[in-house]
């Protein structure tokens, strides 16, 4: 991959969880709007291909009690059999719609540079608590989606025509509030999620920057996304808890967090605040090689004119 690869990769695994600083060039130039739609459309291809894991993971933390021993094969084949193969994606729409409204939200807020004075460059400290803010203005405002997803991924055949109308039925029949169901743990995830994530990449990259400098100013493609599938583990893996916890209050009766933290402890042990973990790990890999293959795609095609005649 070329060094202008190597760098569009950075900027699009910076952007995941901390934004990086657009310049008055890129600002001028339009090539910020073109970072946005690759990012955009690389998460929307990356998250369609690996939607039937996401479903699975969501089937496995909701009904672990109901079916103890579900397994990935085991998960897949009950998908199969109730929906048929178009049921391994339900759910995915909402989870591609809100792609837009997600990233525009968390670069406007970071934008505004709520912890920087007097013009000045914002550092690595800030960056992180800024991207991290800026994440949780965007959680807030599309949070009714990330509810409207879950339910529609734990849905029957014929339970819901779609969005809008999973949308309505749960409007009439439990509240505006049940939109907002887990949005606390949703949002005591996203400044350790961001945390480790950022800490595990920046120190693969600089260890291995430490070692191999001689040979290269630059880490391979290969470097970076094994740093950035490894941060992406840690970071799911140590937040897990506390997403298993979001689900379950989206879709079961109102209840606290306190509560239902006790509830799966008494009931599944420690392992319960665990379960659909394999298959939330098992998609990292090819998430992120997917995401870094479109985004260049993309790329190439907005340098070569491809996509600029009809933009």
Not at 40 to 55: H, I, K, N, Q, S
Not at 95 to 113: D, M, S
Not at 153 to 170: H, M, P
Not at 265 to 293: D, H, M, Q, W
Request: net charge positive; glycine share 10%.
């Amino acid at each position: 991959m070329s060094l202008e690869g190597i760098h569009s990769l950075q900027f699009f695994r910076e952007s995941i969880s901390i934004p990086d600083e657009f310049t008055e060039e890129e600002k001028h130039s339009g090539d910020w709007w073109r970072q946005l739609v690759a990012g955009g459309m690389a998460g929307a291809v990356a998250r369609t291909c690996t939607a039937p894991f996401d479903r699975l993971k969501v089937m496995m933390q909701v009904h672990s009690l109901k079916s103890r021993r579900m397994r990935l094969i085991g998960g897949f084949e009950q998908m199969l059999k109730e929906g048929g193969i178009r049921s391994l994606w339900r759910g995915n729409g909402v989870n591609v719609f809100k792609i837009a409204p997600e990233t525009a939200l968390k670069i406007g807020a970071y934008e505004q540079k709520w912890l920087s004075f007097d013009g000045a460059k914002v550092g690595i400290i800030e960056r992180f608590v800024s991207g991290s803010l800026a994440g949780a203005t965007a959680q807030t405002c599309i949070y009714p989606m990330e509810v409207l997803k879950t339910r529609l991924a734990l849905g029957t055949t014929g339970q819901y025509s779609g969005i809008i109308d999973c949308g309505k039925k749960l409007l009439k029949q439990e509240g505006v509030r049940t939109f907002f169901k887990g949005y606390i743990p949703n949002l005591l995830s996203i400044l350790p999620y961001a945390g480790i994530d950022f800490a595990v990449y920046e120190l693969l990259k600089n260890y291995w920057l430490e070692h191999h400098t001689a040979e290269s100013v630059d880490p391979g493609i290969m470097i970076l996304l094994g740093c950035s599938t490894l941060s992406h583990t840690c970071a799911q893996i140590a937040t897990f808890p506390l997403t298993l916890i979001r689900t379950r209050m989206q879709v079961q009766a109102t209840t606290s967090m306190v509560h239902l933290i006790q509830e799966i402890y008494n009931n599944e042990g420690k392992r319960g605040f665990f379960r659909g973990l394999t298959p939330n790990i098992i998609k990292v890999l090819p998430a992120v090689c997917i995401s870094c293959i479109v985004y260049e795609i993309v790329g190439f095609c907005y340098v070569s004119g491809i996509l600029s005649r009809h933009s």
